[in-house]
């Protein structure tokens, strides 16, 4: 258990649809991470928040967006889903010092996403 | 993209037998993570060496890290069943690079101790 939280576990959505999803970060981190994991793949980086901005982004379209809320949770908005949209999407906090280099990072369990 | 890539694909071994998952990467790196997925689940970190750093022990786990080849292997000795699942390297870059906010993971190894 890392205590890192995300809902729903498991969603369906047809192409065109609009998708969000949820990261409780672990007590302490202020720093939440997002991976887009498809089947049989590593994890793919999208993007990072730091203190309630964006911080980082990886090779992801800007339908993929993101926020951060004071409390650290965070939130992954993805638009105009596409059937390759379809992954297990998994969020990962951390404690981090600005302008510090990328350690240990704390998954959830991640959400399933299936585009129909 | 993916930075490192992890060999063998997949790995089938007794209980008691040692594992070794290998891993290369392609551009320099300020530390080399591993982790573990049990299958459809959350990532678990297992343990991180800097690129100053040739060996790392953590319980069972032993890693090294060799910055000239850009490789990086993971042992796990005496394994049990319970240590089947994918194993990840992911690689952190330096802060003077683009994309040192990041983890680039490879592609894995699903390792199956047989009991």
């Known amino acids: 258990e890392t205590g890192v939280t995300q809902s729903p576990t498991h969603l369906i959505k047809t192409r065109g649809q609009q998708v969000t999803l949820r990261c409780s970060s672990q007590s302490g981190h202020n720093t939440v991470s997002w991976y887009q994991q498809a089947l049989g793949q590593g994890p793919q980086f999208i993007f990072q928040?730091?203190?309630?901005?964006?911080?980082g982004r990886g090779n992801f379209p800007p339908r993929f967006s993101g926020l951060q809320f004071p409390n650290y949770s965070s939130e992954l908005n993805v638009n105009a889903l596409e059937l390759d949209d379809s992954a297990l999407y998994l969020c990962?906090?951390?404690?981090?010092?600005?302008?510090?280099?990328?350690?240990?990072?704390?998954f959830g369990e991640g959400s399933r996403l299936t585009v129909l | 993209s993916q930075q490192g890539e992890e060999d063998p694909q997949a790995l089938s071994i007794q209980e008691g037998e040692n594992a070794t998952m290998n891993c290369s990467y392609k551009t320099s790196i300020n530390n080399l993570q591993w982790y573990r997925q049990n299958s459809g689940r959350g990532l678990v970190h297992l343990i991180l060496?800097?690129?100053?750093?040739r060996e790392k022990h953590s319980g069972r786990l032993r890693v090294t890290l060799d910055t000239s080849k850009k490789s990086s292997s993971l042992l796990i000795t005496a394994s049990r069943a319970a240590d089947t699942a994918s194993y990840f390297c992911?690689?952190?870059?330096?802060?003077?690079?683009?994309?040192?906010?990041?983890?680039?993971f490879g592609s894995g190894t699903q390792l199956t101790v047989l009991p």
């Open positions: 992911a690689t952190a870059a330096p802060l003077s690079s683009g994309s040192a906010r990041q983890l680039t």
């Open positions: 990962a906090s951390s404690l981090a010092r600005q302008g510090g280099n990328t350690g240990e990072l704390f």
């Open positions: 060496i800097r690129s100053n750093e």
């Open positions: 928040y730091y203190r309630e901005e964006e911080n």
